[in-house]
């Protein structure tokens, strides 16, 4: 089954974006390959929601993290693995001549480097399937197999195949006779040359793992441990955003007895970032990948949606308001079949406060009558959560608090249990005398 989203999450996420160095996805694009690369951006993409492969890659990238091995191939010998195989004139094949084989490919291609360049070709495929055997038998020998739950089984399946077979035997492939080269480069292009891809394939993936691991020490990432669906358990100890530099660390604690988390604080008290750190952090986790937390434990969901950044639509004539309804229906019409996480950022603030209280309130309600799903809401208004508090008792108050310096707000960016009572709006603004800038011009 695939982990439901949609591009308003990823942006509001920064899980992917135009701007690479600033997007989770940039955090981890440092692969060597760039076929490494694609495989990467492709399980951005599609993260997993079954629990069994999810377990099977945090395993495998955290056995390369523990046994700190580095990704054993350059990224330019691939890239001219990729020129030599892409090759399909069948006049540059090598075939026995009554000239040396050099001369022939002057005589008959008229290219002075054509020959050089496939002899280039035969040798680095053939110095990337030796170091590939060589990279396998070493992981089989510390117990990748065993420890991870995945297997190279295909890779092995092809290099034991009996042309295989001779490509080993070989004594110095820097120093093959004509003969082993017109060999060599028939089988090499023209009859193994799918399973070269395939070897390929699984070297990219490699790499991505590899890379992964890396990127997770460098940075303190955990491993998170997926639970079974079913029990909306979600528990993040010390999560932190990864984009920050000096991301101050939150805990959350969700289950089906409290599966609707309410969220108010003050502007700039830090509500955003905490629930963008929670969605990343949950993101990352059903792709199996290393999470910006100290511990995390998480029942695997059918998918999540997010609306933190909703822009009004001047296309399609819709006010921000009424963009916020077409999101909510669209949510409304998911948590009612599958298992996911919702964050609403500030629901309804594109409306009167008169209406954002009774829509906040009806609307968080609703979400609490749905316990097969975890719902995240912040919201400014204070009042709605006082409501709420007689209504439902599966929700759970949290606030981020302001603490005063004499007449300048000071935020801690640590979420207490409760509901807010800061109201330093109208402080902010005295602060920065508008109202005094205003009455002087």
């Known amino acids: 089954m695939i982990f439901k989203t949609d591009k308003q999450t990823l942006n509001d996420l920064g899980i992917l974006g135009r701007q690479t160095d600033n997007t989770v996805y940039g955090i981890f694009n440092k692969t060597v390959t ?17 629990i069994d492969e999810i377990k099977k890659r945090s395993r495998s990238i ?4 523990e046994k700190k091995m580095s990704f054993p191939f350059s990224g ?34 008229g290219a002075n480097t054509q020959f050089s360049k496939i002899k280039k070709g035969v040798v680095s495929t053939l110095q990337f399937v030796l170091k590939f055997k060589s990279f396998i038998d070493s992981l089989k020998s510390k117990g990748f197999e065993k420890k991870s739950g ?16 001779e490509v080993f035997s070989i004594d110095d492939i820097n120093k093959l006779s004509d003969k082993e080269l017109i060999k060599l480069d028939h089988f090499l292009r023209f009859v193994w040359k799918e399973n070269i891809l395939i070897l390929k394939k699984e070297a990219y993936l490699l790499d991505v ?3 992964v691991a890396k990127i997770a020490e460098e940075r ?16 993040i100890f010390n999560g932190f955003h990864p984009l920050l530099k000096k991301a101050i660390p939150n805990t959350l604690n969700v289950s089906s007895k409290n599966n609707v988390v309410f969220l ?47 822009a009004d639509n001047i ?8 963009a916020e309804v077409i999101r909510l229906k669209r949510v409304a019409e998911v948590v009612g079949s599958f298992n996911v996480l919702v964050i609403f950022d500030e629901l309804f603030r594109g409306t009167n406060v008169k209406d954002a209280y009774d829509a906040t309130v009806a609307v968080t309600d609703a979400f609490a009558s749905r316990n097969n799903c975890i719902f995240i809401i912040s919201t400014h208004i204070v009042e709605a959560g006082e409501e709420l508090k007689n209504m439902r008792d599966n929700i759970k108050f949290i606030y981020l608090p302001t603490a005063m310096n004499g007449n300048k707000p000071e935020y801690t960016y640590t979420i207490t249990d409760g509901i807010t009572d800061d109201r330093h709006g109208m402080l902010i603004i005295q602060n920065e005398k508008i109202l005094d800038i205003l009455k002087e011009s």
């Open 34 to 50: 760039s076929g490494g690369a694609k495989i990467l951006e492709e399980m951005f993409l599609f993260p997993l929601s079954n």
């Open 62 to 65: 955290a056995f390369f993290s």
């Open 76 to 109: 330019a010998m691939f890239d001219f693995i990729e020129y030599y195989l892409s090759d399909k004139d069948g006049r540059s094949r090598l075939t026995v001549h009554e000239y040396n084989l050099e001369q022939k490919f002057k005589s008959v291609l």
């Open 150 to 165: 995945c297997s190279f089984f295909r890779v092995k399946e092809i290099i034991e195949e009996n042309g295989f077979c």
């Open 209 to 211: 793992l590899i890379t």
């Open 220 to 235: 303190n990432f955990s491993y998170a441990l997926p639970c079974e669906r079913g029990n909306n358990q979600l528990e």
């Open 264 to 310: 108010t604080g003050a502007n700039m008290a830090g509500k955003s970032t905490f629930m963008k750190m929670v969605g990343i952090t949950v993101y990352l986790g059903h792709m199996g990948f290393p999470v910006p937390a100290e511990k995390m434990k998480f029942a695997v969901l059918d998918g999540m949606y997010t609306t933190i950044n909703l």
């Open 315 to 322: 296309n399609m004539g819709y006010s921000h308001f009424y």
